[in-house]
């Protein structure tokens, strides 16, 4: 394999434009080869932009010998069909969050990655915060002692227009849900990532501002298979929207997190507590959803292009991406059913 991997973009939307300036940062490892759109005009305009080739369609851009990676970009009911061309035709795959919107595309898109031997990255940007690998490290050294509590507070803003402005946006078919599976599903991988595996949530859901078929307010109870317990509440409707809160709380210690930035940490061990060097958070989107920052976006392809290079797992992969939508879809089940649901 030569020293760089070709990539080309599915879907030339909002996020796309992450995507081609993650690739350009990362300029002497990875090449943007061309990109694709159902809307040609979409993609000539992207592609002039970012010096590539537009492709007239995604079976033309899966056929291209040089492209090693397909970075999927379309709207969250629609990757699956991506994810599975792509698999197929051979091509490793980063795919937006969320990697699904329901158990049957899941199971569909395991069993075929699994079979073709591709390597999947699903973005979740923020796990590559250096902020959140130094709280991971502390939870792993025990810093925090047992936890006890993890929650995650995502109070955020998104106008009506903003749903306005995608006819996929705020539906169930195609977006699959609303603030917590948008919005909220990057601190739902946060919580699994760092707190561990959630046993049973309960949940209560509803559509209070926003004209849109889906949830723009969820709170749900969560019990954690070691024992702990939490809160995850995600909102997108209120003023004017407040960075996402996470906080782990342990019998030893407690941090807390605004989006990625430490802003508490109180540890018992005060050796190590003098260790920390606190990062500020990435940009991100608690307002505005194109305010965040392109350096998680960065990280992760820079993650799965060593994975490639490797044979490395990535950091976010298959599995990781279906356990957050996963508890999703179970915590959507527990509000429908007014009951909780063991995972
Ligand atoms: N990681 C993040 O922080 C983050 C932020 C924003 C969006 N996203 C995710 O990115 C995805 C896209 O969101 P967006 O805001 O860029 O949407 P968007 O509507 O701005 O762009 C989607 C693009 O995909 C194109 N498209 C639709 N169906 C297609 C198909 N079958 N083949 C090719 N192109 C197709 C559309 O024409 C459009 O240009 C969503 O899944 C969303 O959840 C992630």
């Known amino acids: 394999m030569s020293e760089k991997l070709g990539f080309g973009i599915i879907g030339c939307g909002i996020i796309a434009d992450f995507h081609a300036n993650a690739l350009k940062e990362l300029g002497d490892e990875a090449e943007l080869i061309g990109v694709c759109d159902v809307v040609f005009d979409a993609a000539e305009k992207f592609a002039k932009r970012h010096g590539t080739k537009a492709f007239p369609s995604a079976e ?19 990757h699956h069909f991506s994810v599975i061309a792509a698999a197929k035709a051979g091509k490793h795959i980063i795919c937006e969050k969320p990697l699904a919107i329901n158990a049957q595309q899941l199971d569909e ?6 079979q073709a031997g591709v390597t999947v990255s699903v973005v979740s940007q923020n796990r590559y915060a250096k902020s959140v690998s130094q709280v991971k490290q502390a939870l792993e050294n025990g810093l925090l002692g047992r936890i006890v509590c993890a929650d995650i507070y995502m109070k955020y803003h998104r106008s009506q227009e903003y749903y306005d402005s995608g006819s996929w946006r705020g539906t169930k078919r195609i977006d699959g849900g609303g603030a917590l599976m948008n919005q909220g599903i990057h601190g739902i991988d946060l919580l699994l990532y760092l707190a561990g595996d959630i046993k049973s949530v309960y949940a209560v859901s509803k559509t209070l501002v926003r004209n849109i078929e889906v949830e723009d307010t969820l709170s749900a109870v969560v019990e954690y298979k070691n024992g702990a317990t939490g809160v995850i509440q995600a909102t997108t409707s209120v003023y004017p929207g407040y960075p996402r809160r996470l906080e782990l709380n342990g019998d030893k210690g407690s941090v807390v997190l605004d989006e990625t930035s430490i802003v508490r940490w109180d540890v018992c061990d005060t050796a190590d507590h003098e260790d920390v060097v606190m990062f500020p958070s990435l ?3 608690a307002s505005t959803p194109t305010a965040i920052s392109a350096e998680g976006h960065i990280r992760q392809i820079s993650d799965m292009i060593n994975a490639i290079k490797t044979g490395k797992k990535p950091l976010s992969g298959l599995a990781e991406g279906r356990k957050a939508v996963d508890v999703i879809l179970a915590i959507y089940r527990s509000a429908e059913e007014g009951r909780p ?3």
């Open 60 to 78: 033309a851009l899966l056929s291209c010998p040089e492209i090693n990676v397909v970075n999927i970009c379309t709207p969250s009911g629609y």
């Open 109 to 114: 898109i395991e069993q075929v990655c699994r």
């Open 283 to 285: 940009a991100h989107g």
């Open 341 to 343: 649901i063991e995972l």
